[in-house]
């Protein structure tokens, strides 16, 4: 009863300490002054995002203890995922050097990947992709790679949170019909803090989550996928599929600026996101579509559950649209108020 009692002191612990951090951020002044690359209009406190992230590292700590018998996956989580939110939080705070902010965050991935014996095999749905020791450097590429699409995708009121929010939701729920306790009710956990933050942070945003929320996030979703695979409960093609709206957005702008020559460490709007803003929509509509596209990537997320077959053409297919969506938006030219919060690297 234990587990279950903490999960539901989740949300309310989780809103407790974000209204904390933020009588703290204004003190230190964390504050995300508004440029001529940001979407928001007015200063907004940054780095919110620590409550949460302290709800979910203060539920692995306890899992050592209350889950002994799979120590080796909380000591992987907690360790990596407590090196990637310092060096977020550090980064609110005084503004790091990115390329020692990637350097942790390749440590931190290490140290995960490490603990949780690489990635010998992913289920492709109708048959299993054998990577043996490859499969090491595959799951350290995912994990320090979607740590940093994530803090991509952090930059309109309530996008973050709310696909955070929905997808560890949906996860634990399919973690759970595989009987995987563990790991769902970490997602659990971790979707009952974002539903403590996000109040603060909808439409019009009170705080931001900061680098030490979005690199914790994406830290956090892409190493449980990692885990999961690895027990066999849940597939990591799986949690393609609910973060695939983060993953085309994020990549596919990603690259575009690498072929174009920009430099990706500097902060822009060139996301379809950011230039659905531009066009004229409000960040409630564009954070609502996006929990909408949400909904439907986790049916077919369940579908593939009870039809394996369907999981590759699934996660190929809505690639594939999200694609066209994204490559509508990318297509048109930046204004003046468009941009994230975040710094790209």
Not at 121 to 131: M, P, Q, R, S, T
Not at 277 to 290: D, F, K, L, R, Y
Request: with cysteine; aromatic share 12%.
């Amino acid at each position: 009863m234990l587990p279950w009692a903490l999960l539901a002191c989740s949300l309310p612990v989780s809103f407790i300490l974000t209204w904390l951090t933020r009588r703290f951020a204004g003190q230190a002044g964390m504050v995300d002054v508004p440029s001529h690359r940001s979407s928001h209009s007015i200063p907004t406190l940054r780095g919110a995002g620590a409550g949460f992230v302290l709800v979910a590292l203060a539920w692995m700590l306890a899992s050592v203890w209350l889950f002994d018998g799979n120590r080796p996956l909380w000591i992987g989580l907690l360790g990596g995922g407590l090196l990637v939110a310092v060096v977020g939080w550090t980064d609110d705070r005084k503004r790091l050097p990115s390329g020692l902010r990637l350097l942790f965050y390749g440590l931190a991935a290490a140290w995960t990947v490490g603990w949780l014996g690489g990635l010998p095999v992913v289920d492709l749905g109708v048959f299993k992709l054998h990577l043996g020791i490859f499969g090491a450097a595959v799951a350290w590429a995912w994990i320090f790679c979607f740590t940093n699409v994530y803090n991509f995708m952090d930059g309109i009121d309530g996008l973050a949170a709310g696909e955070g929010l929905a997808v560890s939701a949906a996860a634990g729920a399919l973690l759970f019909l595989h009987g995987d306790q563990e790991r769902a009710l970490l997602c659990w956990v971790l979707s009952a803090a974002l539903g403590g933050f996000i109040p603060w942070n909808w439409s019009p945003a009170k705080v931001f989550m900061g680098d030490v929320g979005s690199n914790f996030l994406g830290f956090l979703f892409a190493s449980l996928a990692i885990a999961s695979e690895n027990r066999g409960s849940l597939p990591v093609l799986i949690w393609g599929v609910l973060l695939l709206v983060f993953l085309v957005d994020g990549v596919s702008t990603f690259v575009l600026r690498l072929l174009r020559g920009e430099r990706v460490s500097v902060a822009h709007r060139s996301h379809a996101y950011q230039r659905a803003v531009e066009a004229g929509s409000s960040h409630t509509q564009v954070t609502s579509a996006v929990l909408m596209l949400d909904g439907a990537l986790i049916a077919l997320a369940f579908a593939t559950q009870w039809h394996p077959c369907l999981l590759l053409p699934v996660l190929l297919s809505s690639t594939g649209l999200l694609f066209l969506i994204w490559l509508r938006f990318a297509r048109r030219k930046t204004g003046v108020r468009g941009g994230s919060e975040s710094d790209g690297l």
